[in-house]
């Protein structure tokens, strides 16, 4: 069999918006972090220049579209123009939280499709590959003409529950905070071998959440409840107290970004859950950290990733690996 032909060096780059983050992945990819330095100037504008040779690279630019989105984005975009322009050989971006995917639909009239917008600026700047975590629609894959790696932190979030020493009992109910979410509380379910009911949200935004009523056999139980982001915490805090209220012996919330604007941080600490379960895609300011939180890292999984892409392998084993332990 013929050996795969590498793209040249592989080189990983992290911008402003998670660095923390982007070593643990370069540590697990096996590289140094290269040399680039980014400048913000005093009106709003920024300066990134590459200080080393990436001709005839491969390159890996790591960067949550996080808060600040909009400056975080424009570093983004900025850095693959640099390294198109400076004869880079592939330009993969790792988007660890895909910042604007909720605007994935037009839901109302005259309303932009803004996460097909971002999808077509990277596009558009010359990046080859995308790599990223947990979209918020998996159709979102379908914004591309580009291939898009769609990693997915399920295995890593159940992990918390498998590993705990003082979760011995099997006595687990995943629970969907809303209809949408069913099918992401089914895959952890499935994971932990465990049931799953579903909170009767029938309001259509996070921050009119009113849930009616709890479908599914919650009394006594150790209930989790699962989503994607938790931007406000409202809907994740009222649902938590619905489980109470309908008999649920312990909650506690797993979801894979922490967004956490406004008072999330307060309403999680003031609500019965126990622990909220996360992963570090979005760096979290210490005005936002509580005791209740868990934040178990995805820099293996994007390292592992980066190093599969690089040498031209299939990245479908990194979905099938057992649960093992992974919080840091």
């Known amino acids: 069999m013929a050996e795969h032909v590498e793209a040249g060096r592989m080189k990983v780059f992290a911008l402003n918006s998670n660095r923390p983050l982007a070593e643990k992945i370069a540590k697990a990819a096996g590289v140094e972090l ?37 400056t975080n984005l424009m570093e983004l975009l900025i850095m693959v123009d640099a390294a198109r322009r400076a004869s880079a050989e592939k330009i993969n971006v790792v988007i660890p939280y895909y910042g604007y995917s909720r605007a994935d639909r037009k839901a109302r009239s005259r309303e932009p499709i803004t996460a097909k917008l971002i999808a077509s600026l990277l596009q558009m700047d010359g990046v ?9 629609a998996a159709q979102l894959q379908g ?66 959440a ?23 915490a409202l809907r994740i805090t009222v649902s938590a107290r619905a489980l109470k209220a309908a008999g649920a012996a312990d909650v506690y919330a797993c979801a894979t970004h922490a967004v956490l604007s406004g ?23 210490d005005d936002k950290k509580s005791d209740k939180f868990v934040v178990l890292s995805v820099g293996d999984l994007f390292g592992k990733a980066m190093d599969l892409i690089y040498h031209q392998e299939p990245v479908d084993s990194l979905f099938h690996k057992a649960l093992k332990q992974h919080k840091q």
């Open 263 to 285: 008072q999330a941080t307060s309403r999680i600490e003031d609500s019965p859950l126990e622990k909220v379960v996360f992963t570090d895609s979005i760096q979290l300011p």
């Open 210 to 232: 009113h849930p009616d009523a709890v479908i599914g056999d919650v009394k006594g139980k150790r209930a989790i409840l699962v989503d994607d982001i938790i931007d406000t």
């Open 34 to 70: 290269g040399k680039a330095t980014i400048k913000h100037f005093s009106d709003g504008e920024i300066q990134i220049s590459i200080d080393e040779s990436i001709r005839g690279d491969q390159l890996f630019i790591i960067q949550s579209v996080s808060d600040p989105v909009n």
């Open 128 to 136: 080859n590959r995308v790599i990223a975590l947990d979209l918020h």
């Open 143 to 208: 914004f591309f003409d580009i291939p898009v790696d769609h990693l997915q932190s399920d295995r890593l979030l159940a992990s918390y529950f498998v590993d705990n020493p003082e979760m011995t009992d099997d006595n687990f109910v995943v629970v969907a905070p809303d209809h949408a979410g069913v099918s992401r509380a089914r895959r952890l379910a499935e994971l932990l071998g465990a049931p799953i009911a579903i909170i009767d949200n029938r309001d259509d935004t996070e921050n009119t």
